[in-house]
C-alpha cells in the first residue's frame, strides 16, 4: 500500500508517520488476519521487539488495531473496522483461529450477542474466538 495514504491514515488518529509505523500498518493492511508481536517480529526484521510492541500498543490506544485474546494465552492484534469507535458495541464481533494453518481472521460481520449482565456490571470488552478449520484451508 501507498506510504503517502498510510501516512494519512496515521495522522487521522493523531499518530506520527515512523518508518516502523508505517510497515506495521501496511503489514495489517495486506493481510486481512490479526499478528502476534512474534510473528510481526519474524516478518519485519530488523526491527526491534520493542519498538514493534510499542507501535502496536500506540495503534491500539489510536483505534487503528484491536488485541485478541487466544486460548493459549497468546495476544493477537487485528484492523480495528474502518468506522470503529473502539467501544465495547465495536468490538463485540467474533474472531476465528484455523487450526490448520493457524492464522486468525477477525469476523467483523459475525456479532457476538448481547449478554444481560447483572446491575452493577458494565462491559468494556468481549472476546469470542471459534476454532476450526478456515474456507482457504477446508478447500485443500
Same mark, same amino acid.
Given at each position: 500500500?501507498?506510504?503517502?495514504?498510510?501516512?494519512?491514515?496515521? !495522522?487521522?488518529?493523531?499518530?506520527?508517520?515512523?518508518?516502523?509505523?508505517? &510497515? @506495521?500498518?501496511?503489514? *495489517?493492511?495486506?493481510? %486481512?488476519?490479526?499478528?502476534?508481536?512474534? $510473528?510481526? $517480529?519474524?516478518?519485519?526484521?530488523? @526491527?526491534?521487539?520493542?519498538?514493534?510492541? &510499542?507501535?502496536?500498543?500506540? *495503534?491500539? $490506544?489510536?483505534?487503528?488495531? +484491536?488485541? @485478541?485474546?487466544? $486460548?493459549?494465552?497468546?495476544?493477537?492484534?487485528?484492523?480495528?473496522?474502518? /468506522?470503529? %469507535?473502539? %467501544?465495547? /458495541?465495536? +468490538?463485540?464481533?467474533? +474472531? =476465528?483461529?484455523?487450526? %490448520?494453518?493457524?492464522?486468525? =481472521?477477525?469476523? +467483523?460481520?459475525?456479532?457476538?450477542?448481547?449478554? !444481560?449482565?447483572?446491575?452493577? *456490571?458494565?462491559?468494556? /470488552?468481549?472476546?469470542?474466538?471459534?476454532?476450526?478449520?478456515?474456507?482457504?484451508?477446508?478447500? @485443500?
Amino acid at each position: 500500500m501507498n506510504n503517502e495514504v498510510l501516512a494519512q491514515e496515521l !495522522a487521522t488518529k493523531n499518530i506520527r508517520p515512523t518508518a516502523v509505523r508505517l &510497515r @506495521v500498518l501496511n503489514k *495489517f493492511r495486506t493481510y %486481512s488476519v490479526a499478528f502476534s508481536l512474534n $510473528e510481526l $517480529e519474524h516478518e519485519l526484521t530488523p @526491527v526491534d521487539r520493542s519498538t514493534l510492541f &510499542r507501535t502496536l500498543k500506540t *495503534f491500539e $490506544e489510536g483505534g487503528i488495531i +484491536h488485541s @485478541v485474546n487466544e $486460548e493459549n494465552g497468546q495476544v493477537k492484534y487485528a484492523l480495528c473496522a474502518k /468506522d470503529c %469507535s473502539c %467501544s465495547y /458495541d465495536d +468490538h463485540r464481533h467474533v +474472531h =476465528f483461529n484455523c487450526q %490448520s494453518c493457524l492464522k486468525t =481472521f477477525c469476523l +467483523h460481520d459475525v456479532r457476538i450477542q448481547n449478554v !444481560a449482565l447483572p446491575s452493577g *456490571f458494565r462491559p468494556m /470488552d468481549a472476546n469470542v474466538v471459534i476454532k476450526g478449520i478456515c474456507s482457504a484451508c477446508s478447500a @485443500v
